[in-house]
């Protein structure tokens, strides 16, 4: 009989994202009657720019005509939205970036899980706690993450704290680590950090010869000055850090799929007898070896986000979710309630009132409000005691929900 991957009976039995939707499910089938608002939810609600659309409908129509039809395009990204890119998203920001240093893929979560395969076993792998929970996982399933302690953590993850006290911006490790997951800003706190704050996580890399694998789902929603849109801008970055972008909160890409990943030529890792390596040809390797690049009708969607108008309805976008995210903070602030991020971030981290459990008080606020939230614990130890919200339903929806738990007696 074939073995099967060991790593992946690791894992907890239950994804925590299914036993989530596995608890709404049984209060729908008991409550069919009931208006249920999910104020946890990680997808977004608005249509895409109108601009994507438009492109699409021309780049699907190509696809019908012999004569503009294409197959397979370049594994890593056609040209023409690497140039949007790199002109946009970089130079704007004082960063120069060659072609072949930007990877165009079908989602973040794709290349979160997937960059670990060019890393060696044994490094020592510092996440967040609380933490966006692919990190983990993906170097579960990897093999990557060494054995379970007593204590529930992975002998080869150093769990970086995020606490109210440090206003949930992490220490830098006491001892050597090797490979650091940052996502700023934060899923699920909201927060950011400032350039001073991540030039300190640059430095380390580069004193420890770390690589930072730096999340920027979110580097849309950066609205206050001071903070770093890009890791690159940071003096130094290119030796130490891959950064992950992704349009599904830029642009509403969720269901479309497309994403980006910029390894720098500058980028080295060491082979197990100490000779440098350009990480850049491993993740152009693996990129050329696994995948067959996104979809052209998608790639010209993602291109027409960069036009002029397409930058305006971006903005409108993510502006429509942070005022949704302000409503909930000013809302859920006048009653009471301890509230973090929602500024620079579409996600709101709430403490749970009267120390209640984070499951608890998810099950609390289901069955009396029928208003659905993330419970903390869910995102790691640290995240217990607290709940996400988050600005991406719909501005109604999201009214309502503040108006149930304005007139709740319940907490
Ligand atoms: N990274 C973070 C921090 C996220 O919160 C998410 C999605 O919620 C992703 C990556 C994955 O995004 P996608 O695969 O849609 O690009």
């Given at each position: 009989?074939?073995?099967?991957?060991?790593?992946?009976?690791?894992?907890p039995?239950y994804f925590f994202f299914n036993d989530l939707e596995?608890?709404?499910?049984?209060?729908?089938?008991?409550?069919?009657?009931?208006?249920?608002?999910?104020?946890?939810?990680?997808?977004?609600?608005?249509?895409?720019?109108?601009?994507?659309?438009?492109?699409?409908?021309?780049?699907?129509?190509?696809?019908?005509?012999?004569?503009?039809?294409?197959?397979?395009?370049?594994?890593?990204?056609?040209?023409?939205?690497?140039?949007?890119?790199?002109?946009?998203?970089?130079?704007?920001?004082?960063?120069?970036?060659?072609?072949?240093?930007?990877?165009?893929?079908?989602?973040?979560?794709?290349?979160?899980?997937?960059?670990?395969?060019?890393?060696?076993?044994?490094?020592?792998?510092?996440?967040?706690?609380?933490?966006?929970p692919?990190?983990?996982n993906?170097?579960?399933?990897?093999?990557?993450?060494?054995?379970?302690?007593?204590?529930?953590?992975?002998?080869?993850?150093?769990?970086?704290?995020?606490?109210?006290?440090?206003?949930?911006?992490?220490?830098?490790?006491?001892?050597?680590?090797?490979?650091?997951?940052?996502?700023?800003?934060?899923?699920?706190?909201?927060?950011?950090?400032?350039?001073?704050?991540?030039?300190?996580?640059?430095?380390?890399?580069?004193?420890?010869?770390?690589?930072?694998?730096?999340?920027?789902?979110?580097?849309?929603?950066?609205?206050?000055?001071?903070?770093?849109?890009?890791?690159?801008?940071?003096?130094?970055?290119?030796?130490?850090?891959?950064?992950?972008?992704?349009?599904?909160?830029?642009?509403?890409?969720?269901?479309?799929?497309?994403?980006?990943?910029?390894?720098?030529?500058?980028?080295?890792?060491?082979?197990?007898?100490?000779?440098?390596?350009?990480?850049?040809?491993?993740?152009?390797?693996?990129?050329?070896?696994?995948?067959?690049?996104?979809?052209?009708?998608?790639?010209?969607?993602?291109?027409?986000?960069?036009?002029?108008?397409?930058?305006?309805?971006?903005?409108?976008?993510?502006?429509?979710?942070?005022?949704?995210?302000?409503?909930?903070?000013?809302?859920?602030?006048?009653?009471?309630?301890?509230?973090?991020?929602?500024?620079?971030?579409?996600?709101?981290?709430?403490?749970?009132?009267?120390?209640?459990?984070?499951w608890?008080?998810?099950?609390?606020?289901?069955?009396?409000?029928?208003?659905?939230?993330t419970p903390?614990a869910g995102f790691g130890?640290?995240g217990?005691?607290?709940?996400?919200?988050?600005?991406?339903?719909?501005?109604?929806?999201?009214?309502?929900?503040?108006?149930?738990?304005?007139?709740?007696?319940?907490?």
């Amino acid at each position: 009989m074939a073995l099967v991957n060991g790593n992946y009976l690791k894992l907890p039995e239950y994804f925590f994202f299914n036993d989530l939707e596995g608890k709404i499910n049984a209060y729908k089938l008991l409550h069919p009657e009931a208006k249920l608002i999910r104020m946890g939810r990680g997808d977004v609600s608005q249509a895409i720019p109108e601009e994507a659309a438009k492109a699409m409908a021309d780049a699907a129509k190509e696809m019908g005509v012999l004569e503009t039809f294409r197959g397979y395009g370049p594994e890593t990204g056609y040209k023409f939205l690497k140039d949007k890119i790199i002109k946009f998203d970089y130079n704007a920001y004082g960063i120069q970036l060659e072609q072949d240093e930007v990877f165009v893929s079908d989602g973040s979560k794709s290349d979160v899980g997937n960059i670990g395969h060019i890393f060696g076993r044994d490094n020592i792998i510092a996440i967040t706690d609380p933490v966006y929970p692919v990190y983990e996982n993906a170097a579960i399933m990897g093999g990557r993450s060494g054995h379970l302690a007593d204590d529930g953590l992975w002998s080869n993850i150093v769990y970086l704290g995020c606490t109210a006290e440090n206003g949930f911006k992490p220490a830098l490790p006491q001892d050597h680590v090797d490979i650091i997951y940052l996502c700023y800003p934060n899923n699920p706190t909201g927060i950011a950090l400032t350039k001073a704050e991540l030039k300190k996580w640059v430095d380390y890399a580069l004193d420890n010869q770390a690589i930072i694998i730096f999340d920027g789902a979110y580097c849309a929603y950066i609205r206050e000055k001071d903070i770093p849109h890009s890791i690159y801008e940071i003096k130094g970055a290119k030796k130490c850090a891959i950064e992950i972008r992704s349009y599904s909160k830029t642009g509403g890409f969720t269901g479309l799929r497309c994403s980006y990943t910029i390894v720098p030529h500058e980028l080295m890792g060491s082979t197990e007898t100490g000779e440098d390596v350009e990480v850049n040809k491993l993740w152009n390797r693996r990129a050329t070896t696994y995948y067959n690049g996104t979809s052209y009708i998608v790639q010209r969607g993602a291109e027409a986000l960069y036009s002029k108008k397409g930058r305006e309805q971006c903005r409108a976008l993510t502006d429509y979710y942070l005022e949704n995210c302000k409503i909930i903070r000013d809302e859920m602030t006048a009653c009471g309630f301890e509230v973090y991020g929602g500024v620079n971030a579409p996600h709101l981290w709430i403490k749970t009132p009267g120390g209640r459990s984070s499951w608890r008080f998810f099950q609390e606020m289901l069955y009396e409000l029928g208003v659905v939230c993330t419970p903390g614990a869910g995102f790691g130890n640290l995240g217990e005691g607290y709940f996400r919200f988050t600005g991406f339903n719909q501005r109604e929806a999201i009214l309502e929900a503040m108006e149930r738990i304005r007139n709740w007696k319940g907490y």
